[in-house]
């Protein structure tokens, strides 16, 4: 630690003890203005110059941009794909419908930009491909779905008293997404039967399954000012940026804390304890090892959100009117909902970073550093947990009581304001609790870590790290 400045020594100055008074002040102060900058370089730089750091950077983006792309792999291979269908009609007529072409309407459709059912465009390769055969080759049609040559066979029949029977045969699963599209369109059909029979013009069967017209809103939407699709984008952006927080403050965390014990055990932190306080070493490794954490964190991010953002032109290319589905408009969502992942990553980082690097330097070998964390991290996964379960139920009074304790806060805030419609005055305030919180934390922990450092072979208890803090 060539780099640091030793401390002055008032002991050789012969100026008054007032003006050594406010020169030790004036010098503390200064030290701290170039110890902590240079601790934080280094320890930033030890960090992100590391090989397995690159490497894993490159390869969470790697991970990250596949995951986004996903659904629209999905997408594009399931449009490349056909099933062949073979119906067989013997019912005869049937609500004056040709049971292929209503079969053909009713499964081969896409959901729109709002989420409603639409015929697929004309021209374009449809999901299903169904086609009429006779009676006295349904023999011959089993075979051929037990050989691989046709998905499935629909025979529709009618019973004694009239009514329609469907006897549906497939080579996939009887629970799957087909044959439940199958069993809603026989539905629809018997129905149709049933009222044309029933002497119901033929005019009118054509208007009993068209769509309402329906506007829905809710109270969030009225007072957040959000449209339905971008209150679905917030929850989106808020989940990932919960889960972010919690992988993030947990991964570095330990980090710092295996800082503090690794320095302990290769007795390095007694060369440095002379040339930097306790105080500037731990801020500087929170900070710097901070700052490295937050460099991969937006790296994550970039990828995520560009990923995101050209998926509607490549579903557009690759399927044209045919690409279907949610879609996720993360461009509609406000700079402050993006503003407030971060700052509550920030906060949070730095209140735990403190108590992470305060218990680290308690442990004097780094292999008992998870055990010694393991009561701060059963506390913050608690917050996420509870923050995963208020993105359906933000609103409950448990959980805005949760969402003021500094320890929950960075998760479950955050996941309240993605679902939940806040009073104006909640995120100040749940932010002033954790600026006070982390002051409180800080002075706390550089209190331990000061102690602890020089400490050795003593395990660390509750009752010795109150009084570690409590000495002078």
């Given amino acids: 630690m060539a780099f640091l400045k030793n401390k002055r020594n008032p002991e050789t100055s012969t100026e008054t003890p007032a003006a050594l008074m406010v020169a030790g002040s004036n010098h503390a102060a200064s030290q701290n203005a170039r110890n902590i900058p240079l601790i934080i370089a280094r320890e930033y730089k030890a960090r992100v110059q590391k090989r397995s750091f690159v490497v894993g950077t490159i390869i969470l983006v790697v991970l990250v941009i596949v995951a ?3 659904p629209t792999v999905i997408e594009i291979i399931s449009s490349n794909s056909q099933s062949r269908i073979a119906v067989v009609n013997t019912a005869g007529q049937i609500a004056g419908q ?23 465009a004309t021209g374009t390769k449809k999901q299903f491909e169904i086609g009429l055969a006779q009676p006295d080759q349904v ?4 075979q051929q779905v037990r050989d691989g040559k046709l998905d499935a066979v ?8 009239e009514e329609l029977s469907f006897d549906y045969f497939s080579s996939g699963s009887l629970s799957g997404a087909t044959a439940a599209r199958i069993q809603s369109a026989s539905a629809q059909l018997t129905f149709l039967d049933k009222l044309a029979r029933l002497g119901i013009p033929q005019s009118q069967l054509g208007t009993l399954f068209q769509g309402p017209s329906l506007r829905a809103t809710s109270t969030n939407d009225e007072k957040s000012g959000r449209t339905p699709a971008e209150t679905g984008a917030a929850i989106l952006v808020v989940t990932l940026g919960v889960i972010l927080i919690f992988t993030t403050i947990l991964q570095y965390g330990s980090t710092v804390a295996q800082g503090a014990a690794e320095e302990k055990s290769n007795r390095v932190m007694e060369i440095m304890i002379n040339a930097a306080t306790p105080f500037q ?72 970073a403190t108590l992470y690097a305060a218990v680290g330097s308690l442990v004097s070998r780094q ?28 609103d409950a009074a448990w959980v805005k009581v949760i969402s003021y304790i500094p320890f929950f806060t960075p998760t479950v805030m955050l996941s309240r304001v993605g679902n939940s419609s806040l009073s104006w ?13 982390i002051i409180v934390f800080t002075w706390l922990a550089s209190r331990i870590y000061r102690a602890g450092v020089l400490m050795y072979g003593q395990k660390p208890s509750f009752r010795r790290i109150i009084k570690l803090a409590f000495s002078r």
Avoid at 139 to 142: E, F, G, T, V
Avoid at 154 to 161: D, F, H, K, S
Avoid at 367 to 393: H, K, R, W
Avoid at 428 to 437: G, N, T
Wanted: no cysteine.
């Fill in 68 to 70: 986004a792309f996903i």
């Fill in 367 to 394: 292999e008992d550093v998870q055990a010694a964390l393991a009561p701060l991290t059963f506390i913050f996964m608690a917050g996420y947990f509870v923050s995963i379960f208020s993105l359906n139920a933000g």
């Fill in 98 to 120: 040709n049971p292929v072409s209503y079969l053909d309407s009713q499964l081969n459709t896409t959901l729109d930009s709002s989420g409603q059912l639409r015929p697929v």
């Fill in 281 to 352: 070493l731990m801020i500087g490794k929170i900070v710097g090892i901070g700052l490295a954490g937050f460099t991969q964190v937006a790296a994550l991010a970039a990828a995520g959100i560009a990923a995101f953002l050209v998926q509607d032109p490549i579903k557009s290319a690759a399927l044209g009117n045919a690409s279907g589905g949610t879609r996720i408009d993360i461009t509609s969502l406000s700079v402050g909902l993006l503003g407030l992942v971060v700052l509550y990553f920030v906060l949070g980082f730095m209140l735990y």
């Fill in 425 to 437: 005055w909640e995120i100040p305030l749940s932010v002033v609790i954790m600026i006070i919180s």
């Fill in 139 to 142: 023999a011959a049609l089993r």
């Fill in 154 to 161: 629909l025979v529709i029949g009618r019973t004694p008293a």
